[in-house]
């Protein structure tokens, strides 16, 4: 009676040696090899994709000037700063001049309006300025000042833009909002006295910043535009440096 369990186990061993224990052991040394395979295949995956993933730049951090504006008439969203050179952010720098402060100077070819302060020193803007055949350049002075301004394209324009005929001197323009052409804010620039029809105005396209954008009007962000309009005087002078490439297409 005491040696059934013996039988009993001896039995099972040597089931376990017959072909079903073949097979099992062999089934399970076939799962190892799997796992220990998929380990070795894996692994290298893994550091492949990690090594072709490229580099992320930081995102620019947006600088409080160029936040979000929720209290304007039409509240102006944050500047997307990726499509806005770091170069073209307003700054405070040195600048040499023999112009009297409050003196607005625009630098056509590097793309930026300085308006003078005292002590050798200007802020600093980027802008984007006329096209090739609507360029200006001269002397003249900032007649006035506009917040959240119509835009009433000259005759000249409507005529070789018939679509711009609702928005015609005739018909009163295009209201105000952010859609409008002139943005936030613009300044009127007259010579000898009379209106040039050339403005300093606001945009919300940051990525026209640098650029030779527009019909001949000077451009900033909304931002920078509310900024300089708060610090300009009706009168001021503005001295526009053309650039040596369109020498021959200015007007004024």
């Known amino acids: 009676m005491a040696r059934s369990p013996d039988i009993k186990v001896e039995s099972n061993e040597a089931t376990n040696r017959g072909t079903g224990g073949a097979l099992r052991r062999r089934a399970l040394l076939l799962g190892m090899g799997a796992f220990v395979l998929s380990g070795c295949v894996s692994a290298p995956r893994q550091k492949q994709t990690v090594a072709l993933e490229p580099a992320l730049s930081p995102k620019p951090v947006v600088p409080p000037m160029y936040y979000a504006m929720p209290h304007e008439r039409f509240p102006i969203p944050e500047v997307d700063v990726t499509h806005l050179d770091q170069r073209f952010w307003r700054a405070e720098v040195d600048y040499s001049t023999d112009e009297k402060p409050g003196t607005l100077i625009v630098d056509t070819p ?26 200006w350049a001269g002397q003249a002075i900032v007649a006035y000042k506009r917040e959240w301004p119509r835009w009433t394209p000259p005759d000249s324009m409507v005529e070789r833009q018939p679509e711009l005929e609702p928005y015609s001197i005739a018909n009163g323009g295009m ?78």
């Open 110 to 135: 590097a793309k930026y309006l300085y308006h003078v302060k005292p002590g050798g020193r200007a802020t600093r803007y980027g802008i984007g300025v006329g096209r090739d055949g609507f360029a």
């Open 175 to 252: 209201d105000p909002g952010l859609k409008n052409p002139l943005g936030a804010r613009s300044l009127y620039i007259h010579q000898n006295g009379k209106d040039t029809l050339y403005r300093v105005h606001g945009t919300p396209e940051a990525f026209s910043i640098g650029k030779a954008v527009s019909s001949g009007c000077i451009r900033l962000v909304n931002q920078d535009v509310i900024h300089l309009h708060s610090e300009v005087r009706d009168g001021s002078s503005i001295v526009v440096i053309p650039d040596p490439a369109m020498e021959h297409l200015l007007v004024g």
